[in-house]
């Protein structure tokens, strides 16, 4: 647009917009009366001589509001001069949406918890440009709770240990310090817990922190008033000290230990997010833009619109969907495909947003942006599956809400029977039976029976090159009946290598080789490659090809040692006079076999046949035989053509294959394995699979694959061993049991100890539960589960 043009152009106001990258941007240095200017970024009025940025574009004076400004015009003139700002304007970015994994119905703007479950929100499109406050604020209060629990049980627990340290102070002054000690981290600490204990009795959705919230606020108070007003107790309720018991440690324990789980269950949250990062940082930040004038520069990607013609360099990244315009090169689809052999692209033909350009350079004209890339759609269909996984503490927080209104009946049955029933001092025995009711009944081991198994076996899971996200995954792993298996780079080794060499003419191989060899080092071909690494590994020596030439979509083509060599397709043949009918039969059994052969001409005449294919693992046959002899359904999939998969599905075994499937189409085969009753595993390595890994039950990537795939799955095989997904499915289920007995462990002394310290056994024995006892049980419990999680670490697999 030149200078008459833009003054054209309706002006906007001259009141200051306060912002940046607004709807009435401006299309070039406009004029807004005598020794004023528009800024050509956010619309607003900028006077001569003010000291403001500037810059000169083409010969052209532009002036701007402040240096962001001018930072965003230098970095894009064309964006904004060209009136493209003008088009995007208006599409503010939302704020991120956040939903609760396990009550999908919930969904706000901004971070927060849910007042169905407590559970903190997630983003629901995966990744927060902000960091994870809660993280952040649990660590800090986690930090204080461990700060204030190691002092509070030296003096609690010394004096059993032979250390009078509450005779160094005295035991009034020990009161006092434990008082000091966990009113900050009961009143301060915690509060994220008893917000959530309250929400939960608001809602009426009973759940762990409704047990914590009685529990802890229950030990704190009795403490406080034993403290400070010891005159309210019986005699028989007096320490030797002559002050009753408190259980300030107990309070504070319980709270720092909830603390280690939440912490352990954010960080694998906040990892599931680690998939879409990965995804998103396939696209690369900038574009290089070409103008109709021929000058280019590299723009934001997000200034980028649909018809801009950019420029892909070898090596570069395709910054999004588009169609090539000018040029020839091979592009590496794997993160669509799966596949190893890059794609030969023309002039014409499609190249995906994300895709790695090999060799050539390419002008293409962009088709989809933003949203609409096949990327972004990959990224929503992550993200999707990702959020329709609830966690194992959905058994914890389903258990508990039929334990806590048993717990609180109890307790208020046993007050209001030792009160009108009990002797005297009556309201003091009912307080402190009501007190032990609740006191034994906070589950601080529900909230380490999880993460403690999942933890330690973890650990064990690592010795044996198997690496688990969370305890989730764990859980859905020891139920599969399906396992959906890719097949390049997870059945193959993923990447094509010389199989098969047929030679004519008397031709032997090793010559043949070297003649292929010798011409395809100059090529740029991905099928060269695996000739040439075939030759060195023979240790072949190479010739230096004269007159070498490429012929597009045919093969090529040179001079060795006077003779003329040629290799390629059919094409290639009948452009060197060669005739290769002798050679079809053996060319249709290769295809057939899943190879891709390639014809050798010498001087015109036929002289070989080479085929590339991409092996299959040492160890797959045996690993899917072993996953069918276990009753698991193994199924492939492959963006392969449909002689190539079945080829590889027979060699393993395999009946159910699938073929020339996309990334939508691998999850909408998930989708349906599952939609049919089955529990579905997907062991993938690729950007191809990440949807699929994440659609199904349980993913499982190939520790060899990309981070991408890792990311996506709940499982990864570090060592890409097929075989590790039995290692993995046998941890599961030992997990599985291991997490049943430790919820078994923190339910039953809490059971068993509740109507004790009620007080059932005092009309017959005499015994009544004092709150110290009831606070023993509840540590005892925690003690057990810790000790049965370690057992994992001796699991035999």
């Known amino acids: 647009m030149d200078r008459d043009d833009a003054k054209n152009e309706e002006k906007p106001g001259s009141s200051c917009c306060g912002g940046h990258g607004h709807a009435h941007s401006h299309d070039d240095h406009v004029e807004a009366g005598e020794g004023s200017f528009i800024d050509p970024v956010c619309g607003m009025t900028v006077k001569a001589n003010a000291g403001k940025p500037q810059l000169n574009y083409k010969g052209e004076d532009y002036h701007f509001c402040s240096s962001g400004c001018h930072d965003k015009f230098e970095k894009d003139p064309y964006f904004y001069l060209s009136g493209n700002n003008k088009k995007v304007a208006g599409k503010a970015k939302a704020g991120t949406l956040f939903t609760c994994p396990m009550d999908p119905e919930i969904v706000q703007e901004g971070p927060g918890t849910c007042p169905i479950c407590g559970m903190a929100l997630e983003p629901m499109g995966g990744v927060s440009d902000e960091p994870n406050h809660e993280l952040i604020d649990f660590t800090r209060r986690f930090i204080v709770s461990v700060v204030a629990a190691i002092p509070l049980l030296v003096l609690t627990m010394g004096p059993m240990i032979g250390i009078p340290i509450r005779d160094w102070f005295g035991e009034k002054t020990a009161l006092y310090i434990e008082f000091a000690l966990a009113t900050p981290v009961v009143l301060w600490a915690a509060l994220p817990f008893f917000q959530r204990g309250w929400q939960s009795v608001v809602t009426w959705h009973l759940n762990m922190w409704t047990l914590i919230m009685l529990g802890v606020s229950t030990a704190y108070i009795y403490s406080v008033v034993a403290t400070f007003l010891p005159n309210l107790f019986p005699d028989a309720l007096l320490m030797e000290s002559g002050h009753p018991g408190v259980y300030f440690e107990a309070a504070v324990v319980i709270i720092a230990l909830i603390f280690v789980g939440q912490l352990l269950e954010i960080k694998a949250r906040e990892r599931t997010g680690d998939a879409v990062r990965a995804l998103l940082d396939l696209s690369p930040k900038t574009a290089r833009r070409v103008l109709d004038d021929g000058s280019e520069y590299d723009a934001p990607l997000e200034n980028i619109m649909e018809g801009d013609k950019l420029r892909v360099r070898p090596g570069e990244r395709v910054p999004t969907d588009a169609t090539i315009v000018e040029g020839h090169s091979f592009v590496d689809e794997s993160m669509l495909t799966g596949e190893p052999i890059p794609a030969e692209k023309l002039v014409g033909d499609k190249v995906i947003g994300g895709t790695l350009n090999k060799n050539g350079t390419l002008v293409v004209e962009a088709a989809s942006v933003g949203e609409d890339t096949t990327l972004s759609k990959i990224v929503a269909m992550v993200t999707s599956a990702q959020r329709s996984k609830a966690p194992i503490q959905g058994l914890v927080d389903k258990v508990a809400g039929y334990f806590v209104p048993t717990v609180v009946a109890v307790a208020v049955i046993a007050f209001i029977a030792w009160y009108f029933f009990g002797p005297q001092p009556a309201l003091a025995y009912a307080v402190i039976s009501a007190v032990s009711v609740l006191i034994i009944a906070c589950p601080c081991a529900l909230g380490l029976a999880t993460p403690m198994s999942i933890t330690t076996a973890t650990g064990r899971a690592a010795q044996m090159g198997v690496l688990v996200k969370d305890a989730a995954a764990l859980e859905r792993l020891s139920k599969v009946d399906t396992v959906v298996i890719d097949k390049t780079g997870t059945l193959t080794m993923g990447k094509p290598s010389v199989t098969d060499i047929v030679t004519f003419g008397g031709l032997g191989d090793d010559e043949a080789l070297a003649l292929a060899a010798s011409l ?278």
């Open 520 to 797: 395809e080092r100059a090529s740029e071909h991905p099928l060269g490659e695996a000739i040439v690494q075939a030759a060195e590994e023979r240790h072949l020596k190479l010739a230096q090809p004269e007159q070498f030439a490429t012929i597009p979509g045919h093969g090529v083509e040179g001079t060795i040692g006077g003779a003329k060599i040629a290799i390629g397709n059919k094409a290639m043949m009948v452009a060197s006079g060669a005739n290769f009918t002798d050679a079809e039969q053996t060319v249709q059994a290769l295809n057939k076999s899943g190879k891709t052969a390639m014809f050798l001409a010498k001087n015109g005449k036929l002289a070989g046949v080479i085929a590339v294919a991409d092996a299959i693992k040492e160890e797959a046959a045996k690993a899917v035989k072993d996953l069918q002899n276990r009753g698991i359904t193994v199924v492939m999939a492959s963006g392969d053509n449909e002689d190539t998969a079945r080829a590889v599905g027979k060699q393993l075994g395999i009946s159910k294959v699938h073929s020339g499937v996309l990334p939508k189409d691998k999850k909408a085969l998930v989708e349906q394995l599952r939609a049919d009753g089955c529990v579905v595993a997907m062991a993938g390595d690729g950007i191809n699979d990440a949807p699929a890994l994440a659609a199904s039950d349980i993913g499982i990537a190939m520790g060899t694959g990309t981070d991408v795939a890792m990311e996506s799955a709940g499982i990864t095989l570090l060592r890409g061993d097929l075989s590790g997904i039995l290692h993995a499915i046998e941890l599961s289920r030992a997990t599985m049991k291991n997490i049943r007995e430790n919820l078994f462990l923190a339910f039953v002394y809490n059971s068993l100890g509740v109507p004790i310290a009620a007080g059932i056994l005092f009309p017959f024995f005499g015994i009544l539960l004092s709150p110290m006892l009831a606070a023993a049980a509840m540590s005892l419990s925690s003690v057990s589960v810790i000790s049965n999680a370690l057992r994992l670490r001796r699991v035999k697999l």
